[in-house]
């Protein structure tokens, strides 16, 4: 049989089968058509504007490997006018990120755009080893979560950052989604699926793949040849996201365009106010500055349980306690002395005040020190006015978190994906070949 022709330009061979739309094309209009995708998603949603200073998060997976390669190109190719760097986070797990760490100075260099990195050790004072020598591996990954997100903002702040650009994909969107359905947490159901949250603040985050499939990520990276890193957390196996990623990637293989459809479907909820009214109210932490819907914020608590030596404090769920006395877990409260509690404490005086903040070295790691003290000792992080109260649950979620079906792409894609996406190809199992010949 001949081969087939591509759909688009009908002169090359066809090569691979859109996961998201099922069309048979060549290799070249496959870029092509996922690049302006993404780019007219920017366009329509007004996502950037010119002259603004864009973190790229980038952790060196394929994601954020991507997001950086198609923001650079598109930058360049339709003068956007945006001036972007690279922002990554070291956790301090050996053999994980140290590694992938050294994926995202290559991609520096391979893209030509600056590299920020800001330490947990640096930034409150332990890696994450160290939190997981002393918690075990049950509930690293709130640790975890709740720290990126915050050293996520506190780095792109003072880095000067006017907006953080970060990987999350349509598979993404949708299984947030679907948990908050599951949840029955409403308020945040009406919001998990913008593309842009934290809008009226000083540091919005972007989703420029929001309706980009994670599998077309993918392949985009695996016939680009991008230089990404695929290895999972060592930690990984106990991150659990896995049911609502599965049952994403179930609904997918039996109806692609199903990802989108769900997305498309909380865009098109109605929310009365009452459900509105229930999103707690952004404010400051009275310690670290940080934003949050408490006095005191997640990682303040975290970190006062660490140094405490009491690591359980502030994990337990603290539903249904809001407004309790200065907003601590009451574990917390019990152990609080009037005279010390925890403190992050920052040496950069202000957003833009520092070295650092003006860019003015490359990958270099952000001097900010972790230090306890007294309550009176907190410096405030300036100016971080970071809308909590709309953010998915994704936002903080690693990409080793749980793991992703691997059908439908290409035998030598999937090795290349590591144990997160190779190793659960059973779960698309009816999905069709992606890749024609
Ligand atoms: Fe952190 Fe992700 Fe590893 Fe969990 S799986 S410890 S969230 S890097
Ligand atoms: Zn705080």
Known sequence: MAPRSCIKCQSSKAMLKRPKTQEQVCRGCFFTLFEEEVHETIVQTKLFK???????????GKDSTVLAHIMTTLNARYGYG????????????????????ETVKRNELQYGIPLKVVSYKDLYGWTMDEIVAQIGTKNNCTFC?????????????????????TGHNADDVAETVLLNILRGDVPRLGRCA????????????????????????????????????????VYAPFAARGFAREFIKDLEAARPMAIIDVIRSAEDFTFTSASEDKLPQPRTCERCGYISSQPVCKACVLLEGLNRGLPRLGVSRTRGRRGEKAGLHPDVERVATAQAVSAVKWTASGAGGSKEAQGNSNHDTVE????????SSVAHVPAVVVSSTGQSEGDGVCASA????????????????????????????????????
């Open 50 to 60: 010119p002259g603004e200073r864009v973190a790229i998060a980038a952790s060196g």
């Open 82 to 101: 945006l001036d972007l760097f690279l922002l990554s986070i070291d956790e301090g797990i050996a053999g994980y990120r140290d590694d992938s760490l």
């Open 145 to 165: 979560g709740v720290f990126r997100r915050q050293a996520l903002d506190r780095g792109a702040v003072l880095a000067g950052a006017n907006k953080i650009a």
């Open 194 to 233: 913008n593309i842009i949250t934290g809008e009226d603040s000083s540091l919005p985050r972007v989703k420029p793949f929001k309706y980009a499939y994670e599998k077309e990520i993918v392949l985009y990276a695996y016939y680009k040849k991008l230089d990404y890193f695929s290895t999972e957390c």
């Open 368 to 375: 900010v020190a972790a230090q306890l003290g007294s309550s």
């Open 402 to 437: 749980g793991g992703a079906s691997a059908a439908g792409l290409p035998e030598e894609a999937r090795a290349d994906l590591g144990p997160g996406l190779a190793g659960c190809s059973a779960a698309g199992a009816a999905d069709n070949d992606t890749v024609l010949g």
